[in-house]
């Protein structure tokens, strides 16, 4: 049963900006159908690490889901930009290493503080920290053992896309 709050995409399938409602009713089966099965590449993580930020960002051009809920806007699905979205049906947290400015070249350079180890060596802490609510805490496909990255979604009850 589709009830439109889950949406997500898949560019290979040629819908560029354009997002579909997940078959999924609930968030224990949103986790299941888009979270539990890891996309797998064919590529090594060393390998994935030595590659330059373009041709990462191509690996990481697969079928996604979104934070948020749309109006229907075109014939073949839903325009994913902000002005059709309804509610937000998930809080989706990068937690991504520290970074600051470098004054001399202006680029953002890692300060090697990485505020998702603690969760990644004892998710525990979560379990304690967000009794009570439907999350999902996972690793990204940028995570090294040396540079903890992970995203932690959190199930929303149509928060108004402004609150976000």
């Known amino acids: 049963m589709l009830n439109n709050k889950f949406f997500g995409g898949d560019p290979a399938k040629g819908l560029f900006g354009q997002v579909n409602p997940l078959p999924c009713s609930n968030f224990k089966e949103f986790f299941e159908s888009q979270l539990f099965t890891p996309i797998r590449s064919q590529y090594t993580s060393a390998e994935f690490q030595g590659m330059s930020a373009g041709e990462r960002d191509k690996v990481k051009f697969v079928r996604f889901f979104t934070p948020s809920s749309f109006r229907e806007s075109t014939p073949k699905g839903h325009a994913r930009n902000n002005n059709n979205v309804l509610a937000m049906s998930l809080i989706c947290l990068d937690i991504d290493p520290e970074k600051v400015k470098d004054p001399e070249t202006g680029k953002w350079v890692e300060t090697g503080n990485y505020p998702a180890a603690p969760f990644v ?11 009570g609510l439907n999350f999902a805490f996972y690793t990204t496909v940028s995570h090294t053992p040396e540079a903890a990255r992970a995203r932690l979604v959190i199930e929303a009850d149509n928060l108004p896309p402004e609150s976000y």
């Open 121 to 131: 060596d004892n998710p525990a802490i979560l379990w304690e920290l967000l009794a």
